[in-house]
T-cell receptor, first 111, second 113 residues
Framework: DAKTTQPPSMDCAEGRAANLPCNHS???????VYWYRQIHSQGPQYIIH???NNETNEMASLIITEDRKSSTLILPHATLRDTAVYYC????????????FGTGTSLTVIP | NAGVTQTPKFQVLKTGQSMTLQCAQD?????MSWYRQDPGMGLRLIHY???????DQGEVPNGYNVSRSTTEDFPLRLLSAAPSQTSVYFC????????????FGEGSRLTVL
């Protein structure tokens, strides 16, 4: 599976959009991009995933560049409850579903 | 649905003791896995299973055993606990080898003295 690179930490003002970048320059054609987050010491929570098209759900938007070498998770109106560690993962479909988590980005939403 | 249930939530062991961390899911998921999380290390995959009767090793399998006799349960066994196994353990499951999301339990915090 391709490795990902994320900034270790970011701040965002409450009510503003939080844009979390992820670099996956060695991604292969059959690898999906997944985003999870972990609030405090709880189990990670799925946010969104995509292959090459931009995706949006009730939690966030995922923007994947045309060459698929990077992506951005967008939380449109960050709240204090969005303070968490965000993990970007790339994963090959059909390999037994292994998800390999890195150290992620620690997002702090500031009042 | 209860989702993924882990027990116990907290456990203190002495070096050399054995114990089993339990994980159960009620979503009929084929895939189950165990991760450990140490400070500053992210989550690391210990063992996983793609279905009943099938298990395989992840990144850090040494010191741990697993079995998958039923679809619902995936226990993690520590045969002889070591201080290096002090960690928070998470169990997770997903539908199968498709693009389904991974569902996590709330974690089990283990301290080995």
């Amino acid at each position: 599976d391709a490795k990902t690179t994320q900034p270790p930490s970011m701040d965002c003002a409450e009510g503003r959009a939080a844009n979390l970048p992820c670099n996956h320059s060695t991604i292969s054609g059959n690898e999906y991009v997944y985003w999870y987050r972990q609030i405090h010491s709880q189990g990670p929570q799925y946010i969104i995933h995509g292959l090459k098209n931009n995706e949006t759900n009730e939690m966030a938007s995922l923007i994947i560049t045309e060459d698929r070498k990077s992506s951005t998770l967008i939380l449109p109106h960050a709240t204090l409850r969005d303070t968490a560690v965000y993990y970007c993962i790339v994963r090959v479909v059909g390999t037994g579903n292994q998800f390999y988590f890195g150290t992620g980005t620690s997002l702090t939403v500031i009042p | 649905n209860a989702g993924v249930t882990q027990t116990p939530k907290f456990q203190v062991l002495k070096t050399g003791q054995s114990m089993t961390l339990q994980c159960a899911q009620d979503m009929n998921h084929e895939y189950m896995s165990w991760y450990r999380q140490d400070p500053g290390m992210g989550l690391r995959l210990i063992h996983y299973s793609v279905g009943a009767g099938i298990t395989d090793q992840g990144e850090v399998p040494n010191g741990y055993n697993v079995s998958r006799s039923t679809t619902e349960d995936f226990p993690l066994r520590l045969l002889s606990a070591a201080p290096s196994q002090t960690s928070v353990y998470f169990c997770a499951s997903s539908i199968g080898q498709g693009t389904g999301e991974l569902f996590f339990g709330e974690g089990s915090r283990l301290t080995v003295l």
